[in-house]
């Protein structure tokens, strides 16, 4: 069973940065991608950033590429979502996810296991 702790999220003015974190326990050993989702009130949960573990390659979704950057540190057990030039539209709670299944670089809906969310406002 894996288990997934998100944070770093916040307030921030339109411009700022922020760096999310996201800290595995369990088997995450057997996580083959991990990502980071987003959610905005009224919308459904959107991909924004994917890594495959083992390549380390990355999928940014566009509404964020040139912005957001995924990147993980294995010994810390650790995703990060670097986040820069930051616009009121990425207002939303941010979700890490993994699973020892991928579809392309984003965990697979089998077996996905969730963070519990961590608030983003940039206002």
């Known amino acids: 069973h894996v288990q997934l702790v998100e944070s770093g999220g916040g307030s921030v003015r339109p411009g700022g940065s922020l760096r999310l974190s996201c800290v595995g326990s369990?088997?995450?050993?057997?996580?083959?991608?991990m990502a980071w989702f987003r959610q905005a009130p009224g919308k459904e949960r959107e991909g924004v950033a994917g890594?495959?573990?083992?390549?380390?390659?990355?999928t940014i979704a566009d509404p964020v590429r040139g912005r957001f950057t995924i990147s993980r540190d294995s010994a810390r057990n650790t995703l990060y979502l670097q986040m820069n030039s930051l616009r009121p539209e990425d207002t939303a709670t941010y979700y890490c996810?993994?699973?020892?299944?991928?579809?392309?670089?984003?965990?697979?809906?089998?077996?996905?296991?969730w963070g519990q969310g961590t608030q983003v406002t940039v206002s």
């Open positions: 890594m495959h573990v083992r390549s380390g390659t990355t």
């Open positions: 369990g088997y995450t050993a057997s996580s083959a991608c």
């Open positions: 996810a993994a699973s020892r299944y991928c579809s392309g670089n984003y965990p697979h809906s089998d077996g996905i296991f």
